[in-house]
């Protein structure tokens, strides 16, 4: 069965950094894009970041330049660095795959069960 696993989450001062992961496992044929997304409290899950598997990558209008979406192919995991932290940075972070299991049906769309950052002094 297919899942995504995230970590590096937790609690952090503004302007510090953070690395999270998320990696796919459980018969898995092919894996092609692989994005982050977060949820602040009260609001909409917000896209951050997608990378493609031919590493082509895309961000969205307020992160580019702080945070830097990555992935390795051979450990189907992809990674989101993030720095320069600010509170509003605060959310639950999302990895969100493209993935075609094992045994056909398509390409489906994956989430993890999402990863806490809280960014506060």
């Known amino acids: 069965q297919v899942q995504l696993v995230e970590s590096g989450g937790g609690l952090v001062q503004p302007g510090g950094s953070l690395r999270l992961s998320c990696a796919a496992s459980g018969g898995i044929f092919m894996i092609s894009t692989m994005g982050w997304y977060r949820q602040a409290p009260g609001e909409q899950r917000e896209w951050i970041a997608r990378?493609?598997?031919?590493?082509?990558?895309e961000y969205g209008n307020s992160e580019k330049g702080r945070f830097t979406i990555s992935r390795d192919n051979a450990k189907n995991t992809v990674y989101l660095q993030m720095n320069s932290l600010k509170p509003e940075d605060t959310a639950v972070y999302y990895c969100n795959a493209g993935i075609v299991p094992i045994g056909g049906g398509g390409l489906g769309d994956y989430w993890g069960q999402g990863t806490q950052v809280t960014v506060s002094s």
């Open positions: 990378v493609r598997s031919g590493g082509i990558t």
